[in-house]
């Protein structure tokens, strides 16, 4: 063999062990092939007045229906319908009442500091309201630090006053290490049924551009998940969304100097009207990055948490994502008949294992 035939040979040899290396550590990830997944539960949120979005098709065996919030006196005034859910096969999901503030810090300093007597009626509400659904889900955004033991103190008093067999779940941000705040893993399972880790917005719409929730960020929230959370309570969270960035943020403040220059630069001609001022216009090139997720990169994180062993996935938001995400997973037959309230029928062996406060799943 002549030597440059040797070092080519070589070079390819060494070119298909560096693929087999690169393929290895994906797999790391996604150990298998993008088979069909199946998960025990699948929750899907549903907005209110987006019900024509829900097609039937969806596996869902939980609908998290996002329809009340609190108003600035801390309650809850308006009575909430239950939608009528039927999925295909006859099957009707479990329907969680969501009760979301996503902003207000004042607002929740407001409502569950108990000085302010506030607290007792907004759980009186909440049982109010909650009345014709399986569950309640908690999504409150805006919790400060300082207010993290009134928000504990808010969901013991709440799963106490919950009539027995109606489940408390909470949707808490995505985290890859502990944090002493009012989103503390820790100090927050042992209070609910179950925990739906919000694992997107790695990126976000302030932040410099890229993924939503990248796959290694993925495998580090819930690798941080499972250390400190049951298994049968974790439901991992997946975005049907993606963010565009611009690579120019185009509306600023500008002082006369900088007009000036502005004018001189774009060759503008200042123009004026007694209702508008002093302006003038030109057009501006913007170069937009767009982060997203496809149903090969859904399936890539489903097969992530299915290698990790999670048995619950949710999905926001139904109308969102690629329709074919449906047809490419599926939920638990077995086990699954219709309970009294027409949801799915949870185990004994689940209840028991979610039962077990702050047990750790690599115990």
Not at 18 to 27: F, K, M
Not at 171 to 183: E, F, H, L
């Amino acid at each position: 063999m002549r030597p440059a035939m040797r070092v080519s040979l070589l070079l390819v040899a060494s070119a298909l062990g560096a693929l087999g290396a690169a393929v290895s550590g994906a797999r790391e990830l996604i150990p298998d092939e993008l088979a069909k997944p199946v998960f025990k539960e699948i929750w899907a949120y549903l907005l209110q007045g987006e019900e024509k979005e829900l097609s039937g098709a969806e596996p869902i065996t939980d609908l998290c229906y996002f329809a009340a919030s609190l108003t600035r006196e801390g309650r809850i005034t308006d009575a909430i319908a239950r939608p009528t859910i039927t999925l295909k096969d006859g099957l009707r999901p479990r329907v969680d009442l969501v009760i979301a503030e996503l902003s207000n810090a004042s607002l929740m300093h407001f409502s569950l500091d108990p000085d302010f007597g506030v607290r007792p009626l907004l759980i009186d509400d909440i049982c109010r309201v909650s009345d014709p659904f399986d569950g309640v889900q908690i999504d409150f955004e805006s919790v400060s630090r300082d207010d993290a033991e009134y928000f504990f103190g808010f969901l013991q008093e709440l799963k106490a006053r919950l009539p027995a067999g109606k489940r408390l779940s909470i949707a808490i941000p995505a985290r890859t290490g502990p944090v002493a705040d009012a989103y503390d893993y820790a100090r927050i399972a042992p209070i609910v049924d179950r925990v739906v880790i919000m694992a997107y917005d790695e990126h976000w719409s302030t932040s410099e551009p890229g993924p939503v929730a990248s796959l290694p960020w993925c495998a580090k929230v819930v690798d941080y998940a499972q250390s400190v959370v049951a298994n049968a309570k974790i439901v991992m969270g997946l975005p049907l969304y993606g963010r565009a960035w611009q690579d120019k943020r185009l509306a600023k403040a500008l002082r006369f100097k900088n007009v000036q220059d502005l004018v001189a630069e774009t060759k503008s001609t200042p123009s004026y009207a007694a209702d508008l001022g002093a302006w003038f216009e030109y057009s501006e090139s913007v170069r937009v990055k767009v982060f997203y997720d496809d149903n090969r990169t859904i399936l890539e994180k489903l097969e992530l948490y299915r290698a990790r062993s999670i048995s619950s996935v949710s999905f926001w938001r139904i109308g969102q994502g690629p329709p074919e995400l449906w047809s490419s997973i599926e939920h638990e037959d077995v086990g699954t008949a219709t309970d009294v309230n027409g949801g799915y029928a949870e185990s004994s062996s689940d209840r028991a294992e979610s039962s077990a406060p702050g047990a750790s799943a690599t115990q």
